[in-house]
């Protein structure tokens, strides 16, 4: 007995957890750093003296449209994915005979 449908299930599921983790926790750690940042004195002026003043000051910008960029990426890719399974799981993506 093979069980080659339940690894290709198991596999697809890994993929989209994948693709998931990208998209919703990658924002939230952020978010959930620069909470504890903002909340630590000592992290917080580290913070602001170097890399604020070094990193985000000078390239702020280019570095939240390079994120925002490719959180929609990503996004998007995911939701083509779920489209394309559709279409092949109903069918409609063959030729009409």
Do not use: C, H
Request: glycine share 10%; net charge positive.
């Amino acid at each position: 007995m093979s069980d080659t449908g339940f690894k290709s299930r198991a596999s697809a599921f890994g993929g989209q957890v994948f693709v998931a983790t990208l998209i919703f926790a990658a924002p939230t750690l952020t978010i959930g750093a620069l909470v504890v940042i903002a909340l630590n004195d000592t992290l917080w002026r580290f913070f602001a003296d170097s890399v604020a003043t070094n990193i985000l000051v000078p390239y702020g910008w280019g570095l939240g449209a390079a994120l925002l960029v490719l959180s929609f990426a990503a996004l998007v890719g995911y939701v083509a994915m779920l489209i394309a399974r559709s279409r092949e799981r109903t069918g409609r993506d063959s030729p009409p005979t």
